[in-house]
């Protein structure tokens, strides 16, 4: 098709060609015309040797920007718990409700505070600001990817008056572990990475800094809601928290795999919580009375 046989250029040829016919005994007329032809001449030459442009895609990215459940996330879609947040907008879906469940107890208490320990990129943290119950969330998780994840995330959703982040490892006394990258991590679960036994040969692994709960949070009569994912080393995270199960209202969702409950149950017996409900492997604890709440 001719330029000329395209609007807007045949409207404009179709106005100067009405004028022409008018009087072509105009001289001004006529050169018009002539003008008009050699203009028209000239951009169907230019046509001829254009090509279209190849349409522009955006390219794709692993980690990428996603609105999900009303948050803006910052995922990496090579993980596998972040490719199931993409992909199917949840991740441990029954885990987290009965949780927020759970939390309802604590609704309306002004001193409710969240503390998620092995946050990862803060999933159980953002979804637990969503209740509206805790106007205190404590996030804390040891790797430094993942931590540099929450801090994108709680950035992206203008939740620093809310959520405080701490990078660092749960343990029973303060020092220096050392904790297994989470790039290295075989199934690509960025979520499980874990702390180092001095006795394993890691080439991945990075020191950090440990700390102990009751070194860190010194609250008194509060309300907390604690949910612990430190990846096997539960036993020693215990340990270091009993003030502040003996002197708050808590309940505990805890991982505990089968060959963990030797050395992980025998702590919470200490801590005179007691079990309310089970998502194997999660476990759900606390230290309220029947009558206040029950599995």
């Known amino acids: 098709m ?12 179709k106005v100067y060609s009405i004028l022409i016919g008018i009087g072509d005994d105009l001289r001004h007329l006529s050169n ?32 990428d920007i996603h609105e999900i459940n009303g948050f ?17 907008g949840e991740w441990e879906g029954a885990t987290v409700r009965r949780l927020m469940q759970l939390a309802e107890v604590f609704r309306g208490k002004r001193d409710a505070v969240f503390l998620d320990l092995g946050s990862y990129w803060g999933y159980y943290t953002l979804m637990m600001h969503s209740t509206g119950i805790f106007p205190v969330i404590h996030s804390v998780d040891a790797d430094r990817y993942n931590f540099a994840q929450l801090q994108a995330n709680i950035f992206l959703n ?3 008056d809310v959520v405080t982040a701490h990078h660092g490892a749960i343990s029973d006394a303060p020092g220096v572990l050392m904790m297994q990258s989470s790039h290295s991590h075989a ?26 709960v009751d070194d860190v949070f010194h ?32 309940i ?15 702590v919470i017996g200490e801590l005179g919580l007691r079990l309310i409900d089970e998502k194997y492997p999660d476990f759900f604890f606390t230290n309220l009375p029947a009558n206040v709440i029950c599995g």
């Open 2 to 13: 001719r330029l000329a046989q395209i609007t807007p250029f045949r409207q404009a040829i």
């Open 158 to 160: 203008k939740l620093d």
């Open 32 to 63: 018009l015309r002539d003008g008009l032809t050699s203009i028209e001449h000239s951009i169907d030459r230019l046509t001829q040797v254009m090509t279209p442009l190849a349409p522009v895609t955006a390219p794709k990215h692993e980690v």
């Open 187 to 212: 199934d690509k679960n960025r979520g499980a990475t874990r702390i180092v036994s001095a006795d394993e040969q890691n080439m991945t692994a990075r020191p950090v800094k440990a700390f102990a």
């Open 252 to 266: 505990l969702q805890i991982e505990i795999y089968e060959e963990q409950k030797d050395r992980v149950l025998p």
């Open 219 to 250: 609250f008194e009569g509060a309300h907390i809601v604690i949910k612990m994912d430190v990846e096997g080393h539960e036993d020693k995270a215990l340990l270091g928290m009993r003030n502040l199960v003996a002197n708050n209202h808590v």
């Open 72 to 88: 803006r996330l910052l995922l990496d879609d090579s993980s596998i718990v972040d490719h199931m947040v993409i992909h199917t």
